[in-house]
């Protein structure tokens, strides 16, 4: 569904994505009173609009909000976090890096000072010799683990053996169905493992798309929607931040195709899969 493309809810996709460009400041601002979560966020969502319909006015709002994100990064951490200038973490980060990719593929040019800060963020809160990656320093969580190095594919890295088959372990055995839901890890833990496709990649699928598919809200008025009280961080944004990454996760399967062209294997001696 797009706002170019006829359909059921074509007004409603044109509607949103008017409606965030509506409160971009000049400066390419997207928060209206966010912070940077919003920034990236509403940034992604500009940018994919503008790439599904090569609207210019959507291409040149993502363009602006590139901008944006690219004056807001911290000159010496190479990190963005809630507010532009903040030293960062790698949660906000994560999202920055995707938004800059979308603008990319819309001819957007990111200069290489920003890349080899972020690089160097990525460093700062990754383990030596290892993948495992910390929100704000090298202690590492499966969360920031997914989405440090899903940034570190989006930059282009090819990962070693070890490091690699270490992390996809390490992401397994917090996979979806164990604990408390938390859709957060989950998204940036199937990108991740999407794209290494890894033998970590199909026992993860499974898991997430039956206990997805499980838990989706049927019948009444919350019917399509996931529910948030019991998932972690949904107070934070309720029924339709838990719905909208729900829906993204399964969307995995079709976003940012062959992004990994390196040789990943969950054990090191094992044969991965062609793509």
Not at 126 to 150: C, I, V
Request: include cysteine; hydrophobic fraction near 35%; aromatic fraction near 12%.
């Amino acid at each position: 569904h797009a706002p170019n493309n006829p359909g059921p809810y074509q007004k409603t996709v044109a509607d949103a994505v008017d409606y965030l460009i509506r409160y971009q400041r000049p400066d390419g601002d997207l928060r209206n009173g966010g912070d940077m979560y919003t920034q990236g966020i509403a940034a992604i969502a500009v940018a994919e609009a503008a790439i599904m319909t090569r609207d210019p006015g959507y291409r040149d709002a993502a363009f602006l909000a590139a901008d944006f994100i690219i004056k807001a990064q911290h000159r010496n951490t190479g990190g963005w976090r809630y507010q532009p200038g903040d030293p960062g973490d790698t949660s906000v980060f994560g999202w920055q890096i995707m938004a800059l990719h979308a603008a990319e593929q819309l001819g957007y040019e990111v200069p290489d000072e920003v890349y080899k800060r972020s690089n160097n963020w990525l460093d700062r809160v990754t383990r030596k010799n290892s993948l495992r990656s910390g929100y704000q320093n090298d202690s590492p969580n499966p969360a920031m683990t997914a989405e440090a190095m899903f940034c570190r594919i989006l930059l282009g890295e090819v990962f070693d053996d070890e490091p690699l088959a270490d992390a996809s372990r390490y992401m397994l055995n917090e996979s979806p169905g164990r604990g408390k839901d938390n859709f957060y890890f989950w998204y940036y833990g199937a990108l991740t493992l999407r794209h290494v496709e890894n033998e970590a990649w199909p026992q993860w699928n499974v898991k997430m798309r039956d206990h997805l598919i499980k838990e989706q809200k049927k019948g009444g008025e919350a019917d399509g929607s996931w529910d948030y009280s019991s998932t972690r961080w949904g107070d934070r944004g309720g029924r339709v931040y838990s719905t909208a990454m729900g829906a993204l996760m399964l969307e995995v399967y079709y976003l940012y195709t062959g992004l990994y062209r390196g040789k990943s294997a969950l054990y090191p001696t094992s044969v991965a899969k062609s793509d």
